[in-house]
């Protein structure tokens, strides 16, 4: 498991890399919490382009984390899931609530 | 229709033994060289089982989890064992975004993913004494 951050204008970008399942999410949550109030930003890009795996875990870690930028008034943007991805991203039609960068 | 090749494998209810349980379901179905995407669908209803056992089934105490997957030509059945709390209202549980703990950002999307992801999927629970989750999928051939 590793997330790495970077800035883009306004927004935070969440680069997330291997697998997000119930085992790896909790660690994930508190970095991107923690780096999300250090830095001075209103948005989130969550990069999903190296995510290899996801289950309903990585959905209830999308989830709060859009939850805590709109607290803020910020935006949300998921960029560049892989296909397996996609699927559970349309099963848990998160597509109709947040921003998808493909 | 007879079995052509089966496997069991139990360990400790430890959330690490997630990606380790759904690894092994993914490999034991791929000698039948089923198509990707139907190994990806395999490894997420497996991870959604196994991670249910292990937060519902046992919660704080520890206990065994037991993996069971049996192949057909055509078709791989898979159980995933608890001898945990058991669930009370099977019906409830398996509704969607129906959750018992919203505090750790559990979707109570788990049951919701492995019917959308498997061909079949059957819930047997006794309070007190745990849960199988019984679930096919077709594997057909590229």
Do not use: W
Not at chain 1, 71 to 76: D, H, S, T
């Amino acid at each position: 498991m590793n997330v790495r951050f970077s800035r883009e204008g306004n927004s935070l970008v969440v680069m997330i890399e291997g697998e997000i399942d119930h085992h790896t999410a909790s660690g994930m949550r508190e970095r991107i919490d923690s780096k999300f109030l250090m830095e001075p930003v209103k948005n989130m890009i969550l990069d999903l382009s190296r995510v290899t795996f996801m289950d309903s875990a990585g959905i209830g870690l999308i989830l709060g984390r859009m939850n805590r930028v709109k607290l803020i008034g910020g935006r949300m943007v998921l960029r560049k899931p892989r296909p397996e991805i996609k699927r559970i991203l349309r099963v848990s039609k998160i597509e109709e609530l947040i921003e998808l960068d493909a | 229709m007879q079995p052509i090749n089966r496997m069991r494998t139990e360990f400790l209810s430890k959330s690490a033994n997630e990606s380790f349980a759904r690894v092994v379901a993914a490999s034991f179905a791929a000698q039948a060289d089923p198509s990707i995407e139907v190994l990806a669908d395999i490894r997420t209803a497996v991870s959604e089982a196994v991670t249910n056992a292990i937060i519902h089934g046992y919660g704080d105490e520890e206990g065994i989890v037991v993996l069971n997957c049996v192949l057909y030509p055509d078709l791989i059945e898979i159980t995933v064992e608890d001898s945990g709390k058991g669930i009370e209202d099977v019906e409830q549980a398996r509704a969607p975004l129906f959750t018992t703990c919203p505090d750790q950002e559990r979707t109570g999307m788990g049951f919701t993913v492995m019917e959308t992801f498997m061909d079949s999927l059957e819930v047997e629970s006794k309070v007190g004494q745990g849960t199988r989750i019984r679930m096919t999928k077709q594997l057909k051939s590229r």
